[in-house]
């Protein structure tokens, strides 16, 4: 019901809430989602064996009794996220970064490779997982800005994550 969807967005626009949709738990529920961590090839390097095992038991305590279908349902739902995602986003929403599961600065990428296939720029992407994030924390208490003199933490990447977000993985 998108008119009444829409109403609930405004509401949630005029009153300054921000949305943090965790797509990446969403497809979590739709397929075996511990590909996305395992096949990061960060994930032997910054965690041990027993860091893998644990998320490998979290995982299959996650996926106990998910038949077909629901996966199957999780699936199809995700194209409705979306939606929602770029309706919010057209009537003056922000959208924020998390991803609400373990291994999260490996899962992030793929929220944000989610974020570009609904529709938002790379750009608007990063945006949303530093400063847009940091403001809805509180902002100045928080050191995720992108602006001449704030205080630097960086990756170095192959090729701008602005063309390709990919390349975060890397």
Same mark, same amino acid.
């Given at each position: /019901?998108?008119?009444?969807?829409?109403?609930?967005?405004? &509401?949630?626009?005029?009153?300054? +809430?921000?949305?943090?949709?965790?797509? +990446?738990?969403?497809?979590?529920?739709?397929? @075996?989602?511990?590909?996305?961590?395992?096949? /990061?090839?960060?994930?032997?390097? #910054?965690? /041990?064996?027993?860091?893998?095992?644990?998320?490998?038991?979290?995982? @299959?305590?996650?996926?106990?009794?998910?038949?077909?279908?629901?996966?199957? /349902? #999780?699936?199809?739902?995700?194209?409705?996220?979306?939606? #929602?995602?770029?309706?919010?986003?057209?009537? *003056?929403?922000?959208?924020?970064? *998390?991803?609400?599961?373990?291994? !999260?600065? $490996?899962?992030? &990428?793929?929220?944000?490779? $989610?974020? +570009?296939?609904?529709?938002?720029?790379?750009?608007?992407? $990063?945006?949303?997982?530093?400063?847009?994030? %940091?403001? %809805?924390? !509180? !902002?100045?208490?928080?050191? %995720?800005?992108?602006?001449?003199? @704030?205080?630097?933490?960086?990756?170095?990447?192959?090729?701008?994550?602005?063309?390709?977000?990919?390349?975060?993985?890397?």
């Amino acid at each position: /019901d998108w008119p009444r969807t829409e109403y609930i967005q405004d &509401v949630m626009i005029e009153h300054g +809430v921000r949305y943090c949709p965790t797509l +990446v738990a969403h497809e979590a529920q739709s397929y @075996a989602a511990e590909e996305i961590v395992i096949r /990061d090839p960060r994930l032997d390097e #910054w965690f /041990d064996a027993t860091d893998r095992d644990a998320y490998r038991s979290f995982r @299959a305590y996650l996926e106990a009794g998910w038949s077909d279908t629901a996966r199957s /349902d #999780w699936a199809k739902a995700m194209d409705s996220r979306m939606e #929602w995602i770029r309706r919010f986003r057209s009537r *003056g929403g922000q959208i924020v970064v *998390g991803t609400d599961l373990p291994f !999260g600065a $490996l899962n992030v &990428v793929r929220e944000l490779e $989610l974020l +570009v296939e609904s529709g938002m720029s790379n750009d608007e992407a $990063l945006f949303a997982a530093t400063q847009g994030s %940091a403001d %809805a924390l !509180g !902002g100045s208490s928080f050191g %995720a800005r992108i602006e001449v003199g @704030a205080e630097a933490s960086f990756i170095l990447t192959r090729a701008s994550p602005a063309e390709s977000i990919s390349v975060l993985r890397e």
